[in-house]
T-cell receptor, first 116, second 116 residues
Framework: AQSVTQPDIHITVSEGASLELRCNYS??????LFWYVQSPGQGLQLLLK??????LVQGIKGFEAEFKRSQSSFNLRKPSVHWSDAAEYFC??????????????FGTGTRLQVTL | GAVVSQHPSWVICKSGTSVKIECRSL??????MFWYRQFPKQSLMLMAT?????????EQGVEKDKFLINHASLTLSTLTVTSAHPEDSSFYIC????????????FGNGTRLTVT
């Protein structure tokens, strides 16, 4: 069964500082990996995804993530955090398949707080 | 593009009543939609997969008679919480995927259900 671990429940960074949110996954086949962001009381917005190709993927809002198969990781990074980035971030893994919809398994989330 | 609309955004109901939540794909057709539940400060847990024109597939531990899912068209899925109890209070989020294969899920903004 697939699973996702986000080791950090809560992270606080200063505005302008760099950010890295950790994500480790467990999946028997080639994973399909996502990062979503959720503002309070809102749904989820896709930041970026990886399913093949370049292991460093670029997303929206200046975020990027790197897939490292050897470490089963897909960490999210941003070189300079803005106060508006404060939110809950979820890593998710899904099955890489063809033609059929697949379910996603989410990590428990990391709450990012940004101090001015 | 790929907008998923969820209605209502929040609802308060009395114990024993039923509540219907709608999930619409506004600019694409979705043969499959997913319903998630999120408890405060926790991750999203998949409840069921809604299939257009056929029965929904429920995850283990989810009561199908309590959480009725109807996917009557390619753009609409509904979740009805029957005989609601306070423990059903939660944040319910739907998602859908435009097209087939590995396109990412798009999420609605969620419905906050409070049962008094």
């Amino acid at each position: 069964a697939q699973s996702v671990t986000q080791p950090d429940i809560h992270i606080t960074v200063s505005e302008g500082a760099s950010l890295e949110l950790r994500c480790n996954y467990s999946y028997g086949a080639t994973p399909y990996l996502f990062w979503y962001v959720q503002s309070p009381g809102q749904g989820l917005q896709l930041l970026l995804k990886y399913f093949s190709g370049d292991t460093l993927v670029q997303g929206i809002k200046g975020f990027e993530a790197e897939f490292k198969r050897s470490q089963s990781s897909f960490n999210l990074r941003k070189p300079s955090v803005h106060w508006s980035d404060a939110a809950e971030y979820f890593c998710a893994v899904g099955a890489l398949n063809t033609g059929t919809a697949s379910k996603l398994t989410f990590g428990t989330g990391t709450r990012l707080q940004v101090t001015l | 593009g790929a907008v998923v609309s969820q209605h209502p955004s929040w609802v308060i109901c009395k114990s024993g009543t039923s509540v219907k939540i709608e999930c619409r794909s506004l600019d694409f057709q979705a043969t499959t939609m997913f319903w998630y539940r999120q408890f405060p400060k926790q991750s999203l847990m998949l409840m069921a997969t809604s299939n257009e024109g056929s029965k929904a597939t429920y995850e283990q531990g989810v009561e199908k008679d309590k959480f009725l899912i109807n996917h009557a068209s390619l753009t609409l899925s509904t979740l009805t919480v029957t005989s609601a109890h306070p423990e059903d209070s939660s944040f319910y989020i739907c998602s859908a995927r435009p097209g087939q294969g590995n396109s990412p899920l798009h999420f609605g903004n969620g419905t906050r259900l409070t049962v008094t």
